[in-house]
């Protein structure tokens, strides 16, 4: 597993010139490697390798994942979509959840946390630019559904994430990203004290940390290629 230490170097690298390149603080990033798909010796490696925060998208599959590692001190992040079968077990085994794109979910992920954790750590999924495939909420409905959010008890409401469609270009993404991170700045004036903007994958993490990121979510250039569940 020495790659994924190798890439994980190579990643936090990236990321430091990117916050160079846009006079930003090395540390104004914070990097969630991608483990889904990859089993717990890979998650064992990065961990090794000084990685804590660790992103999944099938919830099962983390689960499982979570008891061959609870020995470890890893904070995990759902990133994927929740059906409302799914929530109880997002509630009672992560830290955080990016995908929160309508009410029903969120109170369902507020009233099936555990009274024993600390609350759910969440984030506005946003459509930013409309693309026809991905989920999040459209950007003038942003401000009800944080605000809704914000003020369910279970939940500590932290920021937006996006996942736009892919950009041919540096100059194409960053604009896509301005377009989050305006509406990042519009609802903290509106009064939400958001401050995570979860944008930024391995192909396109350089435009967003240029456009305000404050997370980037990497699997590919950490672990490699993957190869999908047929079901999930």
Same mark, same amino acid.
Request: glycine fraction near 8%; include cysteine.
């Given at each position: 597993? @020495?790659?994924?230490?190798?890439?994980?170097?190579? $990643?936090?690298?990236?990321?430091?010139?990117?916050? @160079?390149?846009?006079?930003?603080?090395?540390?104004?990033?914070?990097?969630?490697?991608?483990?889904?798909?990859?089993?717990?010796?890979? $998650?064992?490696?990065?961990?090794?390798?000084?990685?804590?925060?660790?992103?999944?998208?099938? #919830?099962?599959?983390?689960?499982?994942?979570?008891?061959?590692?609870?020995?470890?001190?890893?904070? !995990?992040?759902?990133?994927?979509?929740?059906?409302?079968?799914? @929530?109880?077990?997002?509630?009672?085994?992560?830290? !955080?959840?990016?995908?929160?794109?309508?009410?029903? #979910?969120?109170?369902? +992920?507020?009233?099936?946390?555990?009274?024993?954790?600390?609350?759910?750590?969440?984030? #506005?999924?946003?459509?930013?630019?409309?693309?026809?495939?991905?989920?999040?909420?459209?950007?003038?409905?942003?401000?009800?559904?944080?605000?809704?959010?914000?003020? +369910?008890?279970?939940?500590?409401?932290?920021?937006?994430?996006? #996942?736009?469609?892919?950009?041919?270009?540096?100059?194409?993404?960053?604009?896509?990203?301005?377009?989050?991170?305006? +509406?990042?700045?519009?609802?903290?004036?509106?009064?939400?004290?958001?401050?995570?903007?979860?944008?930024?994958?391995?192909?396109?993490?350089?435009?967003?940390?240029?456009?305000?990121?404050?997370?980037?979510?990497?699997?590919?250039?950490?672990?490699?290629?993957?190869?999908?569940?047929?079901?999930?």
């Amino acid at each position: 597993m @020495t790659m994924i230490a190798d890439n994980l170097h190579a $990643v936090r690298s990236r990321i430091a010139q990117a916050c @160079t390149a846009a006079g930003r603080s090395a540390d104004a990033v914070q990097l969630l490697a991608v483990s889904k798909t990859f089993g717990p010796e890979a $998650v064992q490696a990065a961990f090794d390798a000084g990685q804590r925060a660790f992103g999944e998208n099938y #919830i099962q599959e983390a689960v499982e994942k979570m008891a061959a590692l609870e020995h470890l001190a890893v904070e !995990w992040h759902c990133i994927g979509p929740i059906q409302s079968n799914k @929530t109880r077990l997002v509630a009672e085994h992560f830290q !955080w959840v990016h995908t929160v794109d309508r009410l029903k #979910i969120a109170q369902r +992920l507020s009233e099936q946390r555990p009274a024993h954790l600390p609350p759910l750590q969440v984030c #506005i999924q946003v459509n930013v630019d409309g693309g026809p495939t991905k989920s999040g909420v459209v950007p003038d409905e942003a401000l009800a559904l944080a605000q809704a959010v914000g003020a +369910l008890p279970r939940l500590q409401l932290r920021g937006l994430m996006c #996942i736009p469609e892919p950009a041919p270009d540096f100059v194409a993404a960053s604009a896509v990203f301005a377009r989050a991170r305006g +509406l990042f700045n519009a609802l903290n004036t509106a009064g939400l004290a958001l401050d995570t903007l979860s944008m930024g994958m391995s192909a396109d993490l350089d435009a967003a940390v240029a456009s305000g990121s404050t997370l980037v979510r990497v699997g590919t250039a950490i672990f490699g290629g993957r190869s999908y569940p047929a079901a999930t």
